[in-house]
């Protein structure tokens, strides 16, 4: 079946320092990819998105590019702030599946001051 | 503003009891969707609906019963079926067609404490 499987957490890192979080996808077809973000207490909010093959999806100083080759969607952002301390989930959908999402498990960045 | 909002932030139940958590929107989307969240761990879909007066069950149905009454709505209720339910649950809504890329808007979450 079609899963998500991202680098497991915790993540530290001291502010401006550089950050990946891997995330791989199996899926039998051509999925869209998402990036998700979860602050403290909140739901989750689209960070960015690709929907083919290529695509770099950016947003606030975050990017990741669809790689169809190695079925990888990595975030990474240059110089993290203590402010994108949160939860980040990949995820993908299917086309002809309406918009249902497979969710990874999650990663937690913690940044330092 | 359009957005999704649920209801109450925070909720507590005693075992054997029942509790009914709302969801509603006002973005005119056609699907509705539960997830429920546990610490550490990524979400898992209990029922979607993609249109009013249908829904079906996702991952982890067994003790939760939904509505689809209208358009805004999708209330989820923890009946004293369920084993566990103590737990973070979100509600999204989103276009439904056949295209991948069109995204889901999420909840602020209800936090379900079982005493």
């Known amino acids: 079946g079609d899963s998500v499987t991202q680098m497991e957490g915790p993540v530290t890192l001291s502010e401006e320092a550089f950050l990946t979080i891997n995330c791989t996808y199996t899926a039998t077809g051509y999925p869209s990819l998402f990036w998700y973000v979860q602050y403290p207490g909140e739901g989750l909010q689209l960070l960015l998105k690709?929907?083919?093959?290529?695509d770099k999806g950016s947003n606030k100083g975050f990017e990741a590019t669809y790689r169809k080759e190695t079925t990888s969607f990595h975030l990474e952002k240059g110089s993290v702030q203590v402010s994108d301390s949160a939860v980040y989930f990949c995820a993908l959908s299917l086309n002809n599946a309406g918009n249902m999402l497979t969710f990874g498990g999650g990663t937690r960045l913690m940044v330092k001051p | 503003d359009g957005g999704i909002t649920q209801s109450p932030k925070y909720l507590f139940r005693k075992e054997g009891q029942n509790v009914t958590l709302s969801c509603e929107q006002n973005l005119n989307h056609d699907a509705m969707y539960w997830y429920r969240q546990d610490p550490g761990q990524g979400l898992r879909l209990i029922y979607y609906?993609?249109?009013?007066?249908?829904?079906q069950k996702g991952d982890i149905a067994e003790g939760y019963s939904v509505s689809r009454e209208k358009k805004e709505s999708f209330p989820l209720t923890v009946t004293s079926a369920q084993k566990n339910p103590t737990a973070f649950y979100l509600c999204?809504?989103?276009?439904?067609?056949?295209?991948?890329?069109?995204?889901?808007?999420f909840g602020p979450g209800t936090r379900l404490t079982v005493l």
């Open positions: 999204a809504s989103s276009i439904w067609g056949p295209d991948s890329y069109n995204e889901q808007f």
């Open positions: 609906s993609q249109i009013v007066n249908d829904f």
């Open positions: 690709a929907t083919k093959a290529d």
